[in-house]
């Protein structure tokens, strides 16, 4: 083999590298103004412009032999890229779920975080205020307290579990709840 048959083959090779290794990428690209089936009528038709420029020889094979790399153009290349190009269609609109999902949940977080403080400032308030504050700030909280024959508290707030859980949207918030009403129960005793 000469020295220019090995650089001619490097450069094929590079440029195989190159084909292919933007196939991928070229491909999403094209999906977002074809459908998958209209992409691999392209590929082929590309492919096949590309080696004629490269080889415009025809080769002097039989027609049986003809058909077979036709039928294995179509049954191996077409059917491998045909999945190819919906597992990347698919993919991009299950990234744009998986995105709005991620929104929507910082989003929740957000205002959970907001919550959170609004809670942690109302808490700090009500630790450094006097026993008239206290009085008032429980007023807002709480609806009634009753007690029982047995000495037992039933408090009453103005938030039902069902709007906080509503508000707040978290399947925990009855265990959060029922965790407060276990302290404040603890508390009165």
């Not at 650089?7 to 977002?32: D, N, P, Q, R």
């Not at 790399?69 to 049954?75: A, E, H």
Request: charge should be negative.
């Amino acid at each position: 083999m000469s020295a220019s048959q090995k650089i001619m083959g490097h450069v094929y090779a590079i440029f195989t590298i190159l084909v292919w290794g933007s196939c991928f990428v070229l491909t999403k690209e094209l999906l977002t103004a074809y459908t998958a089936v209209q992409i691999i009528p392209l590929r082929m038709g590309l492919a096949y412009l590309t080696l004629w420029v490269l080889r415009p020889k025809t080769l002097k094979l039989p027609w049986k032999d003809e058909l077979m790399f036709i039928l294995i153009g179509i049954t191996g290349g077409s059917f491998y890229f045909f999945l190819q190009n919906t597992a990347l269609d698919q993919a991009e609109s299950i990234m744009e779920s998986c995105e709005a999902d991620k929104d929507a949940e910082e989003e929740r977080i957000q205002y959970l975080s907001q919550q959170y403080r609004s809670i942690t400032d109302w808490a700090e308030e009500f630790d450094a205020a006097d026993n008239d504050n206290k009085k008032m700030i429980l007023a807002r909280i709480i609806e009634k307290i009753t007690v029982d024959r047995n000495y037992h508290l039933n408090i009453t707030f103005f938030v039902t579990e069902e709007s906080f859980q509503e508000k707040v949207g978290i399947e925990q918030s009855a265990v959060m709840i029922s965790e407060a009403e276990r302290q404040i129960r603890q508390m009165a005793m």
